[in-house]
């Protein structure tokens, strides 16, 4: 299913370019010239991004501070699109709590990476929130109230010289510790900090180094700098490393002519986002691990699987959204604890809960429902998707022995899937629980027929 985008604009030609150019993207457009009908639409079609044009009526500062306001609503990322190409234009628009502002000419390869990167980051803030909600859910602890926090900022500039001015300028907008660093120590030194910086600034352009669009790269991949916050400074090449820089993971990007005032703003938004979501992932995953998680293989249990497939059901439906429902048993699973032991037993366990959490998404739920047996929840996928990711998953498991127990050669492993699809079973599954019984159905089929294959419950019928 596409994500969904609300455009508000009072102008037809300004939301028809808009439509045309987000429908060839595949995303599904909803379109209001009425700024007061905002909220309800949003509300309504729980749109995934909103974009507010300024119009012939310029009301789009106050529905972004209306929407901002609103607890439901104040999670979704809003653009707001300027006529005006200049600074004070963006500062309003950021100031009135606009996620990123794009000025017309309409330059589409930018528009599109912005549209791409706060579509991410909604779906990450998303994850948060349902931690959040998981964690009330099964009684465990909040994360502690959001305090004035001191963060660390790095700046890679193109020289020294234009590092010490940034940071001249910067140190009379923001209080927060600011440090010059260059290419290489944000590569070489940060792993072995133990104060990990929360926010980077780089040029998109570093003297005799590598682009800083690779930097960009290399930070968000890395384990260490993956929640840092990232923001790029465009030096004014041509054509504009804006998208690239965007699609490579950066927050948010700077316009040429280094602006203190918007960076800080930028920065204090992304920041804060930021360490919510640190102490909400701290703060969950420890009181997870004590009561959610199995003890042998780390995955979640039979208890949160249950509460995950009563939201993810509520979220699909809110969304219109299809979902799978995979559950996996490894084939002839008591002979390998017979011939081996139940020590070798887990071990084997262990490796396959390893290698098919490898091949899932980080928004998938992987969580082991008992004894040999795992569940697995894809949101937002297809029967196609489902068959392709079914299949990866038992050739995970079954195209290389698992080493265990010193066994020669390794224990061969083969798992049996059965999968349920919602877009499948619109008119028999009521519930993901209902979803639930029928993959079962489909993993006792694929079990009596053979063993070490993918069942869809329409084949088992």
Known sequence: MSERILIADDLATNRIVLKVKLTVACYEVIQTDRCDEVPKLARDTQPDLIILGRGASDCSLATCRTLKADPVLGMIPIIIVSDQDDQRARLEAITAGADDVFSKPLNEATLMAMVRNLIRARGAENEVLRRRELSRDFGLAEAPALFARHARIALIA??????????????????????????S????????????????????????????????????????????????QDCGETPSPSSMALDLGANAVLRPGFDARELALRLTRLLARKFEGDDLRKNFDTNLALALRDPLTGLHNRRFAQSYLDRLEREA???????AIMVLDLDRFKSINDTYGHPVGDEVLVEVAKRLKGKLRDMDLLARYGGEEFLIALPGVTHTQAQAMAERLRRAVSDQPVAAGKVAGGIAVTLSIGVAVSSDMTQAAGSAHDLLQFADQALYRAKSDGRNQVMFVSDAA
Request: aromatic share 4%; glycine share 6%; proline share 4%.
């Open 158 to 183: 193109p020289d020294a010289e234009t590092g010490i001015y940034w940071r001249m300028h910067l140190a009379t907008e923001i209080r927060h510790r600011i440090d010059i660093m260059t290419h």
């Open 185 to 232: 120590q944000a590569l070489e030194e940060v792993g072995a900090m133990k104060a990990v910086p929360d926010a980077f600034v780089i040029a998109s352009t570093l003297k005799d180094t590598s682009d800083g669009l690779r930097l960009v790269s290399e930070l968000r991949s890395r384990q260490t700098t993956r929640h840092s916050v990232i923001v790029v």
């Open 317 to 323: 439906g809110a969304k219109g959204q299809p979902y």
